[in-house]
């Protein structure tokens, strides 16, 4: 039921914003995430969703503005602020990560280049690029050398997504036995 409700939740459009399922923000709330610099979308101030943006340009991930019911319990409210710490914890690694990778191979090609005694752009003003063989070393020394950050990363988003499972299980449990009592209460009226 509950999965049918999140694949019924969202819709591409291209020229609209992602809608995803079950949870949304006051509109007090959504204008403090706003003002955020990163964030370069707002839903509007009547969404009862959550929202989810365009990629962000140093992680490439899709930034989520979380909808807050009105009246979200606390288990509700643990739920959202871990996938909230998730989110974010998935932005840092990424972008940094991002950001190594580029720099890491500017410099590899530079230094390639160089050896070769040549220039990084050619006489054509184009940039000039190596081969692919050339670039599986840099892959494959990148990988090596970022092994244990990304073994220790997995760890971590696995232990953070079964604590969001368990507690999305508890929700669920709860809005579950909260519906019975409401139907055993009208069915006996």
């Not at 204008?31 to 955020?36: A, L, S």
């Not at 503005?65 to 959202?80: N, T």
């Not at 160089?114 to 050339?134: C, F, I, P, V, W």
Request: hydrophobic content about 35%; some cysteine; aromatic content about 12%.
């Amino acid at each position: 039921m509950a999965v049918a409700r999140v694949l019924r939740g969202g819709c591409y459009c291209p020229c609209r914003l992602l809608s995803s399922a079950s949870s949304g923000r006051p509109a007090a709330e959504r204008r403090e995430r706003q003002d955020n610099p990163g964030l370069r979308f707002s839903p509007p101030a009547h969404s009862r969703r959550d929202w989810i943006g365009p990629p962000d340009k140093h992680s490439n991930l899709r930034p989520v503005i979380f909808y807050v019911p009105p009246e979200e319990s606390p288990l509700e409210r643990r739920l959202r602020e871990a996938r909230q710490e998730a989110q974010a914890c998935d932005q840092r690694f990424w972008a940094g990560h991002n950001r190594a990778f580029s720099r890491e191979k500017e410099e590899f090609i530079f230094s390639r280049l160089k050896a070769k005694g040549l220039e990084m752009r050619d006489e054509t003003g184009q940039k000039a690029t190596l081969n692919a063989e050339e670039m599986a070393d840099f892959y494959k020394d990148f990988l090596s050398k970022n092994f244990r950050k990304h073994v220790q990363y997995n760890r971590d988003w696995y232990k953070r997504n079964f604590t969001i499972t368990f507690l999305m299980g508890q929700v669920a449990l709860v809005r579950a036995l909260r519906w019975l009592r409401w139907k055993k209460k009208n069915v006996g009226s």
